[in-house]
């Protein structure tokens, strides 16, 4: 080996790791507290992120995407989407600046329903309740730790809607690979909340 080729063979090794590592996190975070789902009716809950300017921003036209990919093929009148997300700002809520990009940039013609008075993750699931009870499946969409937040506390609020949970299509191999690393931290430290069940560790892992 090359003089001076170490550092950077170790850098690599170390990078390779950091992705593979935040790559199979976030894959396991996609898969806790989802079941199979076998009831009529889809709801796909798309979780808004604090948009304060009047365009919405790159991680709720993103979510948008994630949430419009995860409807079931062929659901017709039975499948929905609900944006979830209050006002940050001055100007339009979460929710109808979401709205707003499926609708004109994304040209989606499906059923859409608000939920625009939320500004916690707490609120986001209190206030979609209502808009569920009929929902045989239920996918929520987000960032995999804060979706799998969310699941948990529908969980804690309503365990009958939560056993109708399924798994969205908010995580793929690859897809926001940069920033992974970073958002596996970040997903750890909002998932402290959560007991080790919640967040599908053996409960004996608390002790540690």
Request: aromatic fraction near 6%; glycine fraction near 12%.
């Amino acid at each position: 080996m090359r003089r001076g080729t170490g550092p950077v063979v170790a850098g690599a090794v170390v990078v390779a790791s950091a992705l593979a590592w935040s790559e199979w996190l976030n894959w396991r975070w996609s898969r806790t507290l989802v079941g199979t789902g076998a009831g009529a009716g889809e709801a796909v809950v798309v979780l808004g992120y604090r948009n304060p300017r009047p365009a919405v921003n790159a991680v709720n036209r993103w979510r948008v995407r994630a949430g419009i990919r995860s409807l079931a093929a062929g659901g017709g009148r039975e499948t929905c989407l609900i944006l979830s997300g209050g006002t940050t700002g001055d100007g339009a809520t979460e929710a109808e600046l979401m709205a707003g990009y499926a609708r004109s940039v994304l040209g989606f013609d499906g059923t859409v329903l608000l939920e625009d008075r939320s500004t916690t993750t707490w609120e986001n699931i209190t206030n979609v309740i209502p808009l569920l009870e009929d929902a045989g499946r239920i996918k929520i969409v987000s960032q995999p730790a804060h979706a799998l937040k969310a699941r948990a506390y529908l969980r804690r609020q309503r365990p009958d809607l939560a056993e109708r949970l399924v798994r969205a299509d908010d995580y793929r191999p690859g897809e926001w690979l940069a920033a992974k690393p970073l958002l596996a931290l970040y997903g750890l430290w909002k998932l402290r909340v959560l007991t080790a069940g919640e967040r599908g560790a053996p409960a004996r892992a608390e002790a540690r």
